[in-house]
C-alpha cells in the first residue's frame, strides 16, 4: 500500500521559510488526483494548507496563500511545501496526504513537528 | 468557504454504547464529498468514511455514515475500547477543503 514520508526541520526561526519534504513509496506519484500538507498546531483541529497534482496545478487555503509555495518533483516521486514568514503561529504538526478521488484522504505521512522559534 | 460545525464537543460514553456524532455545513458540500476521520493521540488522522457514507477499506461495518446536502452523522453501533478517540469531519468537495473541530469521544 502507498506509504507518505515527511522529512524537514523540526525547527524555524521566526520570520524565516518552513520547508518540507512528503516522499511517496509503493505508489506512483504520478497515479492519484491531488497531494495535500495539512496541519495541526498542539491540542487544535485539523487545517488544510493545499494541495498539488502530479501535473504541478495546485490549489492553496487562502488564509495561507500569501505565504505558500508547493511543488512536485516525478523523478523523485515526492512533493514539498514551503511556508514563508513563519511565526510562532505556524508551529504545529503537518501532514501530507493522499486525495484519491472521491474517496478522501486515505494515506496519510505520520506527521512531522515544526516548531518555531528563535 | 464551508464551516464545519461538529456537535458534541466530547462525548462521554461506555462500551457497549452507541455513540451518534453530527457534522453541520454552512452550506451544501458539494457531490456529498463529506469524510469522517479517526485519530488517536501522538497519531496521523485515519480515514473511516467518504462521499458521506462509504466505508473505506479495512473499516468495521460498526462503523457507519449518513446524511447529505448540509447534515452528515456518524454512528458507532457498539463502542469497542479501540473507538475512544477524536473524530473529525472534512468536505473535500470545493477548495478551500475544511475540517470540522473534532468531537472526543471519551470513556464515562
Known amino acids: 500500500q502507498v506509504q507518505l514520508q515527511e522529512s524537514g526541520p523540526g525547527l524555524v526561526k521566526p520570520s524565516g521559510t518552513l520547508s518540507l519534504t512528503c516522499a511517496v513509496s509503493?505508489?506512483?506519484?504520478?497515479?492519484?488526483?491531488?497531494w495535500s500538507w495539512v496541519r495541526q498546531p498542539p491540542g487544535k483541529g485539523l487545517e488544510w494548507i493545499g494541495e498539488?497534482?502530479?501535473?504541478?496545478?495546485?490549489n492553496y487555503n487562502p488564509s495561507l496563500k500569501s505565504r505558500v509555495t508547493m511543488s512536485v518533483d516525478k523523478s523523485k516521486n515526492q512533493f514539498s511545501l514551503n511556508l514563508s514568514s513563519v511565526t510562532a503561529a505556524d508551529t504545529a504538526v503537518y501532514y501530507c496526504?493522499?486525495?484519491?478521488?472521491?474517496?478522501?484522504?486515505?494515506?496519510w505521512g505520520q506527521g512531522t513537528l515544526v516548531a518555531v522559534s528563535s | 468557504e464551508i464551516v464545519l460545525t461538529q456537535s458534541p464537543g466530547t462525548l462521554s460514553l461506555s462500551p457497549g454504547e452507541r455513540a451518534t456524532l453530527s457534522c453541520r455545513a454552512s452550506?451544501?458540500?458539494?457531490?456529498?464529498?463529506l469524510a469522517w476521520y479517526q485519530q488517536k493521540p501522538g497519531q496521523a488522522p485515519r480515514l473511516l468514511i467518504y462521499?458521506?457514507?462509504s466505508r473505506a477499506t479495512g473499516i468495521p461495518d460498526r462503523f457507519s455514515g449518513s446524511g447529505s446536502g448540509t447534515d452528515f452523522t456518524l454512528t458507532i453501533s457498539r463502542l469497542e475500547p479501540e473507538d475512544f478517540a477524536v473524530y473529525s469531519c472534512?468536505?473535500?468537495?470545493?477548495?478551500?477543503?475544511?475540517f470540522g473541530q473534532g468531537t472526543k469521544v471519551e470513556i464515562k
Open positions: 472534512q468536505q473535500y468537495g470545493s477548495s478551500p477543503r475544511t
Open positions: 509503493s505508489g506512483s506519484i504520478s497515479s492519484s488526483n491531488w
Open positions: 498539488i497534482s502530479h501535473s504541478g496545478s495546485s
Open positions: 496526504a493522499r486525495q484519491w478521488g472521491s474517496h478522501g484522504f486515505d494515506y
Open positions: 462521499s458521506a457514507s
Open positions: 452550506q451544501s458540500v458539494s457531490y456529498n464529498y
